[in-house]
């Protein structure tokens, strides 16, 4: 292929994978300028028929071709997605939380990169899960309840400590504030004695042991290191590298440990990826998500199909369900809507508010005993009414 | 926000770009559009606020797709509506 050729290829009006693909296939090959005017004339008219007509009504293909297929997944699967025991929910019930947009999936879980020096490493490896993990007070020491004196002792355990990277002086500090900020505890009060490593802490009144026992309760679960959303962690060892996976997921909490790579790291959480990184990443996130939950059930969608889903998801900004409170829920028609739930609400708060129903959709000539308007539009959308 | 996070750099997130007035111009022409027409994005995202774009601008992003390879799309800033 000579220069020109490429020249001439890169000025066509084709997607730049095409681009690639064609030079990488004209690359070794020695082709005359007719030849080559003609590969270009095939692969243009090629390109063009593979196009979606203007006006298709892309909306239905892609709601049958995901559906269709849909109904061939197993209802409910809840079962280990391979990667190190942490259990994900998968196939339909997965599918749905995605199209759904809830706040939270019922499995948040994240997918931790490290930096090239953390990630080579598992000892370094094991010490970024340690700042991500959250671990509870009982697991750095032996607490006792001293019944005589009213107060639970907390002896740490120095060599813990020292493996897990924490000085004792920090777990000293968080602890009691921990209790009173995160767990609403705040009926008692603490000294400690940091050579020892020990801290008491007694409740405000001594009437009875079961402010001793709930204290000593919440002294337990009180967690000191890691973020408190993400349960556990696994080291594992993918394609040469040390990669972290989650129970749990706090992406901006996790961006702040230090060690994780902030340009690869990921949550099965679409929302907080919206939050954290913008829509854009969300719309990514929807697809990835989307299509790997489809093809982890040996379903082949086109991914054309979900991008146009994610797209739709959004368009006005923020993630918003495929429902009747997302995208389909902004149905004009009163008489739609009152067909669909609560009829009667509907249609007194439509009395109330003089509402007009144009009876410009489906269900609301069907209900009126009209035929129905029928078609893409398109003639209303291209051709410009007279006067 | 943490100081060493750069949302642009992120795998999942496209370049995002201010697009001059006039090539605004030649979208709506092309197109036969108005701004009304595009997708949105809140003036607030951590992206649109990196570019420093304004609400009433329009950004360009630079997806990778799946398909095209490369894709670019549009979405006019507004602000964010409030609850």
Known sequence: MTPEQEQVIDNETLPAKTKEQLKKFLSEKNISDDQFEEIIERVNSEYMSTRIEACEAVGVIAAQSIGEPGTQMTMRTFHYAGVAEINVTLGLPRLIEIMDARKEPSTPTMTIYLEPEFGADRDRAREVSWQIEAATLQEFGDITIDMQDMQVVVHLNSAVCEKRKIPVGTIIETAPRKIRERRHYRDFEHESDEKEGVINFMPKSRESYQNLFQLAEHVRKVIVQGIDDIERVVVRKESGEYILYTEGSNLKDVFDVEGVDTRRTRTNNINEISQVLGIEAARNAIIHEAVSTLNEQGILVDVRHIMLVADMMCLEGEVKQIGRHGIAGEKESVLSRAAFEVTVNHLLDAAVANEVDELSGVTENVIVGQPIQLGTGDVKLIAKPMN | ?83
Not at chain 2, 28 to 38: G, N, V
Not at chain 2, 52 to 60: I, L, M, N, T, W
């Open chain 2, 1 to 83: 926000m943490s100081t060493k996070l750069n949302v642009l750099e992120h795998v999942m997130v496209p370049d995002h770009k201010i697009m001059s007035e006039e090539e605004v111009g030649t979208l709506f022409s092309t197109y036969k559009i108005t701004s009304e027409h595009l997708p949105k994005i809140y003036h607030d995202e951590p992206a649109v606020k990196i570019i420093g774009a304004k609400a009433g601008d329009v950004v360009r992003t630079i997806r990778t797709s799946h398909t095209a390879g490369i894709a670019e799309s549009y979405r006019l800033v507004v602000k964010r509506p409030k609850k």
